[in-house]
């Protein structure tokens, strides 16, 4: 996964997850770490192989790395207990 801030205008973040095995359900809840947060897209199941790209704006972040984590980075995966 990696997470990048945006350059110019279009301020915000980029989060970008690139599917080791079938990710079901992916979400990205960036209000967690800012409530004026939003992201563009939501509940996204991308393939192996396959990316799912997020923008997040609204957001002013310390770690933009939290993004990539639990509890804002989620997917149906994550229920499944190992």
């Given amino acids: 996964m990696t997470v990048t ?3 110019g205008t ?3 973040y980029q989060v970008t997850v690139t599917a ?5 359900d992916l979400a990205l ?3 967690r770490l800012d409530a004026a ?4 897209d939501m509940i996204v199941t991308p393939l192996p ?3 799912a790209v997020f923008h997040v704006t609204g957001a002013v972040l310390e770690d933009p790395e ?4 639990a509890p804002v ?3 149906v995966n994550d229920a499944v207990g190992g």
């Fill in 5 to 7: 801030q945006s350059d």
């Fill in 10 to 12: 279009a301020a915000g």
């Fill in 20 to 24: 080791r095995t079938l990710l079901r």
């Fill in 29 to 31: 809840f960036p209000d």
């Fill in 37 to 40: 947060a939003e992201v563009d």
């Fill in 49 to 51: 192989g396959e990316s």
């Fill in 66 to 69: 939290a993004l990539a984590g």
């Fill in 73 to 75: 980075l989620r997917c």
